[in-house]
């Protein structure tokens, strides 16, 4: 079946300007995570939605991120007056969401690589 | 607060040779634990998991990896690793209620025919 789609796979952008990326999950699967991978970060959490309420936004790294989910399946995340330290690979994820003390591992999509000049 | 820590950084083998990636964690709850891998531009792809049961677990690719709660540990093995295992290979842990996933900073691995 078709996994994780995030577009676009690049994105190159102006400091100061917005941009928007996109996140398709795997269909029927309400939990989704997105992730940041930097050079100087590594792999951080950003948001998890469970459906499409985001109960933990505690890794989005200032109030210029932002993101939603509609439908309980595509999820965008917004970056607004974006800096040079934006610049890293976006990733998302998701998975079934966990039923009771059992957990089940995330798929994560291909990433979109930002990069703020 | 939960940590993954993976002390090497690079690791080089030769073809055919065994190999062992480490990694530690630290969690106060009995650990959700996985190994990831990721080729240059590619996503992550997950090569196996620890949820309960046999501290032994078998993944993908002829890789294995085997949790020790005693040593806060979840070391990644394979006997004879193949030039296609050349990548970045990830340690993580799922945290809390929302098993959001905790990364190690990552080992790359090079392998030498």
């Known amino acids: 079946g078709a996994g994780v789609s995030q577009s676009p796979s690049n994105k190159v952008t102006e400091k100061g300007k917005d941009v928007e990326l996109r996140c398709d999950p795997i269909?029927?699967?309400?939990?989704l995570y997105w992730y940041r991978q930097s050079l100087g970060q590594g792999l951080e959490f950003l948001i998890y939605f469970q459906g499409n309420s985001a109960p933990d936004k505690s890794g989005l790294p200032s109030d210029r991120f932002s993101a939603e989910r509609t439908g309980g399946s595509v999820s965008t995340l917004t970056i607004q007056r974006t800096q040079q330290e934006d610049s890293a690979v976006y990733l998302c994820?998701?998975?079934?969401?966990?039923?009771?003390?059992?957990?089940?591992?995330?798929?994560f999509g291909p990433g979109t690589r930002l990069t703020v000049t | 607060a939960q940590s993954v820590t993976q002390p090497d950084i690079h690791i080089t083998v030769s073809e055919g040779a065994s190999l062992e990636l480490r990694c530690n964690y630290s969690y106060g709850a009995t650990p959700y634990l996985f190994w990831y891998v990721q080729s240059p531009g590619q996503g992550l792809q997950l090569l196996l998991k620890?949820?309960?049961?046999?501290?032994l677990v078998q993944g993908i690719k002829g890789f294995e990896a085997e949790f020790k709660r005693s040593q806060s540990s979840f070391n990644l093995r394979k006997p004879s690793v193949h030039w296609s295992d050349a990548a970045e290979y990830f340690c993580?842990?799922?945290?809390?209620?929302?098993?959001?996933?905790?990364f190690g900073t990552g080992t790359r691995l090079q392998v030498f025919p």
């Open positions: 994820a998701s998975s079934l969401e966990r039923s009771g003390a059992f957990s089940y591992e995330q798929y």
């Open positions: 269909s029927g699967h309400t939990a």
């Open positions: 993580a842990v799922a945290a809390g209620n929302t098993d959001k996933l905790i």
């Open positions: 620890y949820f309960s049961g046999d501290t």
